[in-house]
């Protein structure tokens, strides 16, 4: 019985890719065969638990994605005290409204950055950060040595963000330039005081 309905949901995905992918590539039934390969010899309780990684691998990021939208607009909505099918509309439709800082693109991007870690950044090809960006986006860190976080013809960049505490205290920072790093010397450095999230 399990083999006929492995069967049966084979030919079925088989006939949807097929279906989906109408005029977009040519699809064999093979082709689906090569994605049953790493399951193939593997004792019944290896197979579910290999299916359900993948399944998971495949879904979480898909289910993520999706609550972090829902996330967004229900704030969104609540906060505004807006209709939540409106708030919907004017933050995923570019048609209806944009991103300033990103033309042709709708807000929920803006917003979803939000929870993502690291800096916002612009690329510039003059040496004092004059004229447009070349290019914008998020980075990882601020340090211009790293390799994911340059770019070919950037002159100087500007990085914005903010620090978020784990305790109350004083913290101390510094900011180091290429030339103090060519000379081994730091430039001075201040204080602030910062409070942790309640």
Request: charged share 15%; proline share 5%.
């Amino acid at each position: 019985m399990l083999t006929n309905l492995l069967l049966a949901v084979r030919t079925e995905a088989v006939n949807l890719f097929q279906q989906l992918a109408t005029n977009l590539l040519t699809v064999a039934a093979a082709d689906l065969d090569n994605y049953s390969k790493p399951f193939l010899g593997l004792d019944v309780s290896k197979q579910q638990k290999q299916v359900k990684a993948e399944l998971v691998r495949v879904f979480l990021p898909l289910l993520s994605q999706k609550l972090s939208r829902q996330l967004v607009l229900q704030t969104l909505s609540s906060t505004l005290g807006f209709d939540p099918s409106m708030t919907a509309a004017l933050v995923t439709d570019a048609a209806l409204l944009t991103d300033p800082s990103n033309p042709g693109k709708s807000l929920l991007g803006a917003f979803l950055a939000l929870g993502q870690q690291g800096v916002s950044a612009f690329y510039f090809n003059s040496m004092d950060g004059s004229g447009p960006a070349q290019a914008t986006g998020a980075a990882a860190t601020t340090d211009t040595a790293d390799p994911t976080n340059s770019k070919p013809g950037t002159a100087s960049a500007h990085f914005e963000g903010y620090l978020q505490v784990s305790t109350d205290g004083p913290y101390r920072f510094f900011a180091e330039t290429r030339e103090h790093r060519r000379r081994g010397s730091v430039s001075t450095g201040f204080t602030r005081s910062y409070r942790a999230p309640q």
